[in-house]
């Protein structure tokens, strides 16, 4: 049974899904540039500005707090404004923080950091909503396509900065700068596409009523739990594989093929949901490998660092591709995705911000990382159990069917868990 009775998905027209399609690529390829530039430029950021570890720690963690933060404004400027001219004003928030961020002083550096993650947060949110509303049928498939670009926006930037400023003759400024490049391309062609859009105005969002369903808060420790490790990859894998005796530039290596692999992950994952119309043996299985991938780096034979950051990588692949096609897949209609898109990254990078910062106490207190494997550990086996609860083949409640539940009895909605089963 479905979650209620709906009007079914309307396809967009050919022009207008590709053009959709184009802004979602184009976006997608500009959102984790800013994130994984950063880490390979952060000891010359450290000599040139002589700022300390812990302002390193706060330029690490500082976009990951503001993708929590400004994600919960996201469903209000949609609403206001519609997907494509949010998705594209992000674009312009993204070109105003990159220039910033290279202007060169610390002050710039940390305001050009938090516009940066303000405009990647809001996209983040925005284009679940936008795939759902567009591509209803095809979830999988398009929010693969939405990761890969994602992941191999980001292992390219990670792995041209450093040769881009020492072409350039500059530290850290000008290979933050030509980050904006990019940015200013998708720009001028997302202008173009915007014509083009497809779709009906957003709803009114009603954000209390997933506040109050079970699966939501499902869906938002999945996303959480799996943002925590990816960002502790992120800052503390090169350090990781440092302790192991690696030297600073195979790690650097090991970080960049570690990003690059995980497109292999997403990729898999809309082949995965095809086979599983239940996504929780998918998720299993994902958290083991990611467990089996942090094991090996840390404490396994020397011969099985490599083959561990290549697992650690398509696992993570794919766990953040499925946690994003979860929240499409848990939601019965755009404007609901989009709500629950919100609340599961609002609150779940909040959640993640925690992770490299626990990982980093743990590690001086311990001064081994012993005490930090032990908590990725735990980690895993808590999304393994999130995955388990968030991957059922149900949906949250639809707030469309709220707001019309004169038609609709509300009891349909509030079945076992508040959520009905799909089908």
């Known amino acids: 049974m479905s979650t209620g009775v709906q009007q079914a998905p309307v396809r967009p027209a050919g022009t207008a899904a590709v053009a959709t399609m184009v802004l979602i690529v184009l976006v997608a390829l500009a959102l984790r540039p800013p994130f994984t530039a950063v880490a390979p430029l952060l000891e010359a950021i450290q000599r040139d500005l002589g700022v300390s ?109 450093v040769p881009v400023g020492t072409a350039l003759g500059s530290a850290w400024q000008a290979p933050l700068g030509v980050l904006a490049v990019p940015v200013l391309v998708a720009l001028v062609i997302s202008a173009f596409v915007l014509r083009r859009g497809s779709g009906a105005p957003p709803q009114p969002s009603r954000p209390g009523l997933l506040w109050r369903t079970p699966l939501a808060w499902q ?34 290596l090991a970080l960049g093929i570690q990003a690059a692999v995980q497109s292999i992950g997403s990729l898999a994952v809309p082949v995965l949901c095809r086979r599983f119309r239940d996504q929780r043996p998918i998720s299993t299985v994902l958290a083991i490998c990611i467990a089996l991938g942090f094991a090996g780096i840390l404490v396994g034979p020397a011969s099985g660092v490599w083959p561990s950051v290549i697992v650690l990588g398509v696992a993570q692949g794919a766990s953040f591709g499925l946690a994003l096609t979860v929240i499409g897949l848990r939601a019965p209609d755009s404007d ?3 709500a629950l898109s919100g ?27 012993t005490a930090p494997l032990a908590l990725l550990m735990a980690c895993c086996a808590a999304w393994l159990i999130s995955g388990l609860l968030a991957c059922r083949h149900r949906q949250v409640p639809s707030r469309a069917a709220r707001r019309s539940r004169h038609n609709t009895p509300v009891t349909r909605f509030h079945r076992g868990e508040t959520a009905g089963r799909v089908g």
């Open 343 to 369: 609340m599961a990254q609002g609150i779940g990078y909040l959640i993640a911000a925690t992770g490299p910062l626990l990982i980093g106490l743990l590690h001086d207190l311990a001064g081994t990382w």
């Open 53 to 161: 570890n812990t302002f390193a720690g706060v330029l690490t963690t500082l976009p990951v707090v503001c993708l929590g933060v400004f994600a919960f404004v996201a469903p209000t400027l949609r609403q206001r404004f519609g997907d494509e001219k949010v998705v594209v004003g992000c674009l312009v928030v993204l070109l105003v923080g990159n220039s910033l961020r290279a202007a060169g002083s610390t002050w710039t550096l940390l305001a050009g950091t938090v516009v940066v993650g303000a405009g990647i947060a809001v996209a983040n949110v925005a284009l679940p909503g936008l795939i759902k509303r567009d591509f209803p049928h095809n979830i999988p498939v398009i929010t693969a396509v939405y990761t890969v670009c994602l992941t191999l926006g980001g292992a390219f930037a990670a792995s041209i900065v």
């Open 219 to 252: 869906v938002t420790a999945f996303m959480g739990l799996q943002s925590a490790m990816a960002y502790v990859v992120f800052g503390w894998l090169p350090t990781m594989l440092q302790g192991r005796g690696m030297s600073a530039e195979l790690s650097g």
């Open 336 to 338: 609901t995705a989009a």
